[in-house]
């Protein structure tokens, strides 16, 4: 039997880059999955500096009961420019492609777990 799969997102990031890459202010953003709304936050984490390289990374995480997260490098040692713009045009596609595809395996896999967890 084949399921259809409806999602429908919005990964647009309204704060300022400075806010988002630098800062780490969380985006909240709804995904919209087969008629459920599901709460989903992202935020940029820069690592301490290494080998005067400081790594960024974006943390998606599935707002629900036991939602998993996802750490995606933004920039590394030899990207050029490996300016804010740059990162933040990363973390926006990232966000585009990578919500969809985690949130269709996670959610679900995290209903069954759960379903697991209260059967006597």
Known sequence: MIRSIYYKMNPVINIPPQEFIENGKCVNFNFAFNDVNIPISCKVMKEPEKNKFIQYNLIVKGEYCHGSTAKISL???????DDIDTKMQMAQ???????????????????????MKTKP
Request: glycine share 0%; hydrophobic share 35%; net charge neutral.
């Open 75 to 81: 920039n590394y040692p030899n990207m050029h420019p």
């Open 93 to 115: 596609l990232m966000i585009a492609e990578i919500i969809p595809e985690f949130i269709t395996k996670d959610y679900p896999d995290t209903l069954k777990k759960l379903k």
